[in-house]
């Protein structure tokens, strides 16, 4: 049971690898990146029960908050084009480059 | 099972290492070294080394990405094409690997419990613990009490470099040269 939901994780993950590696714009990479991480955490999860320690699920936590914070940090500097005083300066807040603009 | 997904997690490594390599848009590469590193830590969760595995999520996943988009930031966006190939580096890396590979031969195997690193201080700590320091996790006890001192100096280097990345990428100096540059 557990052997076969890590299987389909692992597909998804298989499947969101290849969107990373040909993903036509930087929006898709990003998204796929995000969705890694949430499939890493539930890989974390079911391998925890599957090999009978489910007490890594504490680390699957973990590894929601990292993805959260990382993605948050993405989408700033797609905002921003800087990850540093954002906030003071606003003159520096230009609008997306037109490459990274139409999806 | 687990030795299947230790092979199909190997595979996507190195297929994400590849990618590395060959994009030029250092975007996606910052990317793919995201996902590099979300795997090599669900290798080490799978060995058993859950510590390690914090670490490189965190670090690699986490703040190196941020810290590489804001170099992205700061520098270019894509990575020049190169004049022309060399095959130097290519047989460097290829020796380094095998000499490496060919030192783990000799290594006990993984999760031997006869292997020295078993066998020297690992009994003591477990035998001394309860009555040394009476902390119910031994890996607590080792860390903040037997190596105290290296903790302290791990705390230190780290809160140092800390303190130099904030300094670095908190734009304090722009801050004052403008500042300077008003009052003027």
């Known amino acids: 049971m557990f052997a076969a939901i890590s299987l389909l994780i692992f597909i998804c993950m298989a499947m969101l690898m290849v969107r990373l590696f040909a993903g036509p714009t930087l929006y898709d990479r990003v998204l796929a990146l995000n969705v890694f991480g949430s499939c890493t955490v539930l890989l974390i999860g079911t391998v925890g029960f599957l090999f009978g320690r489910p007490d890594f699920l504490d680390i699957a936590l973990l590894y929601a908050l990292i993805n959260f914070v990382g993605t948050i940090a993405v989408l700033k500097f797609f905002r921003y084009r800087r990850l540093g005083d954002a906030a003071d300066d606003t003159e520096s807040i230009m609008p997306p480059e037109p490459d990274s603009e139409e999806a | ?184």
Request: net charge neutral.
């Open chain 2, 1 to 184: 099972m687990e030795l299947a997904l230790t092979i199909l997690l190997f595979v996507a490594l190195v297929a994400t290492a590849l990618t590395i390599a060959l994009v030029r848009r250092l975007f996606a590469v910052v990317m793919l070294s995201g996902v590099f590193s979300l795997l090599s830590a669900l290798l080490f969760v799978l060995m058993d080394a859950v510590d390690v595995a914090f670490t490189e999520a965190a670090v690699g996943a986490g703040i190196s990405s941020v810290l590489m988009l804001g170099t992205i930031a700061l520098t270019a966006r894509s990575e020049k094409r190169p004049e022309r190939y060399s095959l130097v580096p290519l047989a460097v890396v290829l020796l380094t690997g095998g000499v490496l590979i060919y030192g783990t031969l000799d290594m006990p195997n993984f999760g031997a419990a006869d292997a020295p690193v078993q066998l020297h201080v690992g009994p003591d700590y477990i035998r001394k613990t309860p009555e040394d320091i009476d902390v119910p996790n031994i890996v607590t006890a080792v860390l903040a009490s037997y190596r105290g001192f290296d903790t302290l100096g791990e705390v230190t280097v780290v809160f140092t470099a800390g303190l130099g990345v904030v300094l670095l990428i908190s734009g304090l100096g722009r801050r004052i040269r403008r500042r300077r540059e008003g009052a003027d």
